[in-house]
């Protein structure tokens, strides 16, 4: 177990390099990575496969290559944690980047940036059977993305540069804000995923589908954004949105989804 520890101010020229690197099945709480570098791949927490990372920082981390807050493996939990200024200087970054079957709950992450030609800056990103509850990312490149199986449930997602939230196929996407991201709030990336009662608001594009999606969207909020509230392709499933309601409204269609304009 690591309880209460901080690794502060610190650089490495060779190799790849991290914060803290606790091993399987291993318990992280209380504990902080403040303004680290390295010249090649960088993880301010490393996170093997069962492990648990409580109450954790992980600020101003700074690799030259592939570059984590958190980098954690499978069947993971990452609670309570912020992760902020991460940035990589040649490669990928991200915030919280996970494998199969991880949770992210009560977690920020704010300012991830990675080179802007074909390297993403994640907020968050995990793959297969992940979940994230209850967590913000502001400020990043992709926002949250899903792999497949997976939830992003009552989250936030505000003014990141690629995309607010993206997933694949049959995730649960419920009760999250997107707002101000560019160039869409929630990406449709795949096949059938249920996407209830979340708002868009402010993005260039809220609902977005990509040719062949098949996913079901009902209940959701699109609200003032730029290009289209929901720009949704023949094959998804979707409840009949309901356009500039005025006061006082009443709808029967408890599948209906609203789109409001100025």
């Known amino acids: 177990m ?4 901080v690794v502060y101010d610190s650089s490495a020229s060779l190799g790849d390099s991290y914060g803290f690197q606790s091993g399987f099945d291993s318990t992280v709480a209380l504990s902080s990575v403040i303004r680290i570098g390295a010249l090649f791949e960088l993880q301010g927490f490393s996170l093997p496969f069962g492990s648990s990372l409580t109450d954790g920082i992980a600020f101003r ?7 984590d ?7 993971t939990m990452i609670r309570g944690t912020v992760a ?27 300012d991830v940036q990675a080179p802007t030609v074909g390297q993403p800056a994640w907020g968050i990103a995990l793959e297969n059977r992940g979940q994230v ?3 913000l990312v502001q400020d990043a490149g992709i926002g949250i993305r899903l792999m497949n ?31 101000d991201n560019t160039p869409y709030g929630f990406l449709l990336a795949g096949q059938r995923n249920d996407i209830v009662d979340n708002a868009a608001v ?11 999606d098949t996913s079901f969207l009902a209940r959701n909020t699109a609200i003032d954004n730029v290009v ?11 409840g009949q949105p309901i356009a500039n309601p005025g006061a006082n409204f009443t709808v029967t269609n408890s599948w209906a989804n609203f789109s409001i304009t100025p």
């Open 61 to 67: 981390v700074s690799g030259g290559q592939a570059t």
């Open 84 to 110: 902020r200024r991460i940035s990589s200087g040649n490669n990928t970054a991200a915030g919280v980047r996970s494998s199969d079957d991880s949770v992210s709950r009560y977690v920020a992450v704010t």
């Open 133 to 135: 509850i209850h967590s």
């Open 202 to 212: 402010a993005n260039l594009t809220g609902f977005f589908a990509q040719a062949g």
């Open 2 to 5: 690591i309880s209460g520890c």
């Open 228 to 238: 289209s509230n929901f720009a949704v392709v023949a094959t998804t499933r979707i």
């Open 69 to 75: 807050g958190i980098h954690a493996g499978g069947s």
């Open 149 to 179: 199986d997976g939830a992003i449930m009552s989250s936030a997602t505000l003014s990141n540069s690629e995309g607010g939230a993206r997933m694949l196929d049959r995730n649960r996407v419920a009760d999250n804000l997107a707002r």
